[in-house]
T-cell receptor
Framework: AQSVAQPEDQVNVAEGNPLTVKCTYS??????LFWYVQYPNRGLQFLLK??????LVKGSYGFEAEFNKSQTSFHLKKPSALVSDSALYFC???????????FGGGTRLMVKP | NAGVTQTPKFQVLKTGQSMTLQCAQD?????MSWYRQDPGMGLRLIHY???????DQGEVPNGYNVSRSTTEDFPLRLLSAAPSQTSVYFC?????????????FGPGTRLTVT
C-alpha cells in the first residue's frame, strides 16, 4: 500500500526567510508526486508535480520541490516566504500504474511578518 | 467554465437520515473522485470513477454509495448517516486516468451529523 508522511503538523517561518515543508513517501513502482495548497474554507489547489526527469520541479507562486529517490522524499521549498503563503499544504503520491492518489496528513505553514 | 461545483455547501443531518452530495464538472474529465477531510488525517479517498458507468472503492468506502451515469455528474450518497461521517467532503476530477495529471477540487461540503 502506498503512503505519505508529513512529519510536521506546523511550520513557522518569518517573512522573507526560506521555507521547507517536508514529505516522504512509500509506493511500489515509480511515483507521481504532487503538492497541493488549501486556503481557509476552500478546496485544494495544485502547486506542482514530479513525474519524471529533473529532480527539481518548479511550480506556482515561486514554490519548488526536490525529488530524492534514495531518501524517498519530495520536500516543498520557497526561497523567500510571504505572509500570504500561510495555508495548509498537502503532499500526495500516486504510483504510475494506479488510479488512487494518497495524501499526507497536511502541514500548516505560518508565515509571520 | 465553472470547473467543479458541489452542493450543498453546508448540511446538518440527524443520525440515520440519508442524503446525496452533488458534484458536477464541465471540464469533460473522465476521472472523478470523492474524498473526506478530517483534522490531522489529510484527505482519504472514498470512491472514484474512471468514466460513466464505472465506479470503484477507495480507502474508506463503507457507508457511502456512488453512481456515474454521465461524464459530468458524480453524486455521493450517505445511506444512513452516522456521527463518524461528520467531515468535509471534496469532489475532484482528473483529466488523465491513472496518470500524471493533477486533480481539480471542488469547494467542499461541510457535513455535520448529530
Amino acid at each position: 500500500a502506498q503512503s505519505v508522511a508529513q512529519p510536521e503538523d506546523q511550520v513557522n517561518v518569518a517573512e522573507g526567510n526560506p521555507l521547507t515543508v517536508k514529505c516522504t513517501y512509500s509506493v511500489s513502482g515509480n511515483p507521481y508526486l504532487f503538492w497541493y495548497v488549501q486556503y481557509p474554507n476552500r478546496g485544494l489547489q495544485f502547486l506542482l508535480k514530479y513525474i519524471t526527469g529533473d529532480n527539481l520541479v518548479k511550480g506556482s507562486y515561486g514554490f519548488e520541490a526536490e525529488f530524492n529517490k534514495s531518501q524517498t522524499s519530495f520536500h516543498l521549498k520557497k526561497p523567500s516566504a510571504l505572509v500570504s503563503d500561510s495555508a495548509l499544504y498537502f503532499c500526495a503520491v500516486r504510483d504510475n500504474a494506479g488510479n488512487m492518489l494518497t495524501f499526507g496528513g497536511g502541514t500548516r505553514l505560518m508565515v509571520k511578518p | 467554465n465553472a470547473g467543479v461545483t458541489q452542493t450543498p455547501k453546508f448540511q446538518v443531518l440527524k443520525t440515520g437520515q440519508s442524503m446525496t452530495l452533488q458534484c458536477a464538472q464541465d471540464m469533460n474529465h473522465e476521472y472523478m473522485s470523492w474524498y473526506r477531510q478530517d483534522p490531522g488525517m489529510g484527505l482519504r479517498l472514498i470512491h472514484y470513477s474512471v468514466g460513466a458507468g464505472i465506479t470503484d472503492q477507495g480507502e474508506v468506502p463503507n457507508g457511502y454509495n456512488v453512481s456515474r451515469s454521465t461524464t459530468e455528474d458524480f453524486p455521493l450518497r450517505l445511506l444512513s448517516a452516522a456521527p463518524s461521517q461528520t467531515s468535509v467532503y471534496f469532489c475532484a476530477t482528473n483529466l488523465l486516468i491513472g496518470g500524471a495529471g493533477e486533480q481539480y477540487f471542488g469547494p467542499g461540503t461541510r457535513l455535520t451529523v448529530t
